[in-house]
């Protein structure tokens, strides 16, 4: 055995080390945390300091152990774990769980070098307290609002069994619900942009335009006409020297903006592929709000600079964060070795290395010197208003501008401005460029033709065009990170489970929105005559962003109405600055627990005691049906969003439908609302037999000859044709035909494939053939190998079953064993030998009395943690959705 112990997180992490350390150290991985807070209960005792009770982790159990024998027979244990809290909270926790000593040794490293690493043991420390305890409190004031403020909102939001709130979660969600109103509430508005082109020395065209738009076309019209037969004469020259300067290395949030715009990752993606590229030794720690760089990086890079492009292009800089919370004493994301111009497995850690080489390389290189030029141009008007200010530029709206059909100038902007850009030193621009969020492409600048002053123009054309006032765009992931980092909220190793949070909980989703049209009008003068055509431009289209559910409004709005501090943007930023307080060793991590949840536990207090606090879950009132004028609205149920026609107290009962992918309750119209009625609908025949279009239990379907056949996500129920139903028909017939791949145990073995793919049947069970197997290419003697397989799963299922009580089996879940009584699952102590169990032990657990068998449990042992809630949607018959009910699964 080794004389060192050396425990890091991360096994990719641990085999870098070991091979930097020689054979006195052996370097294990802690698998990230072996102890937490338990999945069951609050797990925190409020009154005694807010103590967390931490256990290890089931499936960390054997690990543990194996690490505790190890650290035994070790003379020094070093715990190596990330240099940020999080990292420092598994270190404390490896020392709890492993019963190591308080002064047991605590290296840390920015980079996985051999220098870096080789550093950090000549210089340890002991875990960082502070550290800790601000890992600490964050955990457990998250696990206090999630814990207490989620059964608030079953109770309160009708159907809200599968809702939870989180604390940063939750103002995120915040952020996306309000950007969706804002756009809903924006009334676009049009103005015309004038634009003009000159001929210069015959073939060269200066592109020019008025500084400001006008409000109407009548506007527009009419200074086109006083431009008739009017002369353009260069007024003036500016010239001046301008420069550009590099983009700061990445920080964690940049570094996602970055490789979202450039790349198309998402949030998760980018840090998955960067911690890939950490454990391997390319790039320093990725999780960092600094921007600086120690003077070695900083030396390396210079040396890359001048060897691959010259001293001109050398220009060191150490930058500031702008944070006031950030840790200078971090780096910013760096590559370990500048030489190194390519580094990863795949294509992905290629690229994003490639980025992150390149803007570091470009924050140690001289600036872009520039040039830019502006040119004043005189508009000398037929009528003899001739120019020379450039006041009412500056001043909107125009001075008086006259009506449509009037040739009278006066009043009119009198000049038009030209500006051209020249780069006379690339400098960092030779290696790198940052991108921008919704870049406009009319921004950019290009160089101009020879110009003077006093030169007369020739105006090839001038158009005034219509442009539309736009709304601020929706999220993307990157750009939500942006502005949680702009209000202080969150920090690095946050931003990315904050993203998948709030959509895995169903609140917001990521998804594309096509474009609409619309029409726009457009005045041409040329050769002294004036056209007006008419074209169409698209508009709103999105990729990739992040719109809210009708679930994640109503659960935002109630959180606003009842909490509105959990949800407040100043609120929660003060709270992260008290976490950096706790971690600068300035506040008392369980005196700032203790001032939060005195009034935090008594508002919910006050909420569940209220009986008059029934939220509506978005109910709105649409109009009447046009048919029966009974009331139409819209709300959120149990299996998610739809719309009723009548009450249930009319004597006949209420029609429902669902609401489509996309449409919300707030917005939702009368008219749309009534659209969702139409189905089922008939498309026409396909061998004498009606195909019929409905939403049922599973999706989109298509009936036919008593069979349904699902319709893909491509499929608009309401609008596909008759052929395309037949083609659904025909390829659904194509897939299920089964194919026999011969015997086995005297009975056939078929292929075929069904709602959940390619499948192996046999004696009356079906076998899922994996993803990357082929089912053509599927041979007789790979097919029983995935039979004996599924018996072979099947028999480890049960470890114990009752002859006498058959519904009655203690299975083996994937978190360790649980006991099933019919359809219930109940939990079994950790500190109890599952298969030693009797039937009694099992009824006692399930509770004695056959009452006891139908009582729902709080959660399922060894479930997916879906609950009955989110199990199953509406299903439609006939020409309604059924409602759904509290009684209904």
Known sequence: MSKNLVIVESPAKA??????????????????????????????????????????????????????????????????????????????????????????????????????????????????????????????????VGYELSPVLWRKIKGGQSLSAGRVQSVALRLVVEREREIDAHSSKSSFKVTAQFIVDGNKVLNAELPKNFPTAGDARAFLDACIGASFTIRNLETKPAKKSPAPPFTTSTLQQEASRKLGYSVDRTMRIAQNLYEAGKISYMRTDSTSLSQEAIGKAKAEIESEFGDKYVQTRQFKTKNESAQEAHEAIRPTNFNDRNAGADRDQKRLYELIWKRAIASQMADAQLERTTVTIAIGFANGQSVSVQANLDDSPFDAPVASGKSNSAGFPKEL???????????????????????????????????????????????????????????????????????????????????????????????????????????????????????????????????????????????????????DYKFTATVEKEFDEIADGKVNWQTMLGDFYVDFHKNIEDIQGSSGVSFKTGERVLGADPATGKPVSARLGKYGAYVQIGEASDEEKPRYANLR??????????????????????????????????????????????????????????????????????????????????????TLVTTGKGRFGPYVKHLDKYISIPRNESLAELSLER???????????????????????????????????????????????????????????????????????????????????????????????????????????
């Open 661 to 746: 992918d996309g449409q919300l309750i707030e917005t939702i119209t009368l008219d749309e609302a009534m659209n969702l009625f139409a189905l089922p609908r008939e498309v026409g025949f396909f061998e004498d037999q009606a195909m019929t279009i409905g939403i049922g239990k599973f999706g989109p379907y298509v009936k036919h000859d008593g069979k349904y056949v699902s319709l893909t996500r491509d499929d608009d129920p309401y609008t596909i044709s008759a052929e395309r139903a037949i083609e659904l028909i025909q390829q659904k017939r194509a897939e299920s035909v089964s194919e026999s791949l011969g015997e086995f145990e005297g």
């Open 15 to 144: 085999k870098t080390i070991e091979g930097y350390l020689g054979k006195d150290f052996t370097v294990k991985s802690s698998f990230g945390h072996v102890r937490d807070l338990p999945k069951d209960g609050l797990a925190v005792d409020v009154a005694n300091g807010f103590r967390p009770s931490y256990e290890i982790s089931p499936d960390k159990k054997k690990l543990v152990s194996e690490l505790k024998s190890l650290a035994k027979s070790a003379e020094e244990v070093w715990l190596a774990t990330d240099d940020d809290r999080e990292g420092e909270a598994i270190s404390w926790h490896l020392k709890e769980a492993l019963g190591l000593r308080d002064n047991t040794k605590r290296i840390v490293f920015r980079e996985i070098t051999k220098n870096a690493i080789l550093n950090a043991i000549q210089s340890p420390r002991t875990i960082d307290v502070d550290l800790v305890n601000a890992q600490q409190a964050r955990r457990v004031l998250d696990r206090l």
């Open 783 to 889: 097919a029983i190998e995935l039979i004996q397989q599924k018996r072979q799963a099947e028999a480890n299922k049960y470890i114990k079953e009752f002859a006498e009580r058959p519904e009655i089996k203690i299975v083996n879940g994937q978190y360790g064993p649980y006991l099933a009584v019919g359809k219930r699952n109940v939990r079994i102590p950790k500190d109890v030998d599952a298969a030693s169990l009797t039937l009694e032990d099992c009824l006692k657990l399930a509770g004695e009395g056959e009452e006891s068998a139908g009582k729902p449990t709080a959660k399922k042992a060894g479930s997916t943690g879906k609950t009955k809630a989110t199990a199953k949607a509406p299903t439609a018959k006939k020409t309604t959705v059924k409602k759904p009910s509290a009684k209904s699964k």
């Open 417 to 567: 401005v030209a500006q051209g850009e020249v780069i006379k030193f690339d400098g960092f621009l030779r290696v790198y460029m940052e991108s921008k969020d919704d870049e406009d492409d009319e921004d950019a600048k290009g160089m101009l033709p020879p110009l003077r002053i006093g030169q007369d123009l020739t105006l090839g054309q001038m158009k005034a065009t219509e442009k539309f006032t736009r709304p601020q765009p929706r999220y993307a992931e990157a750009s939500l990170v942006k502005k949680l980092e702009e209000m202080g909220i969150g920090r690095p190793s946050t931003y990315a489970p904050t993203i998948s949070t709030i959509i895995n909980r169903g609140y917001v989703v990521k998804q594309d929105k096509p474009g609409q049209e619309r029409k726009y009008v457009e005045y041409t003068l040329q050769q002294n005559q004036i056209s007006e055509t008419s074209g169409k431009e698209t508009f709103g289209s999105e990729k990739a962003k992040l719109f809210p559910t009708n679930t994640g409004i109503v659960v935002n709005d109630f959180l606003v109405e009842y909490f509105p501090d959990i949800v």
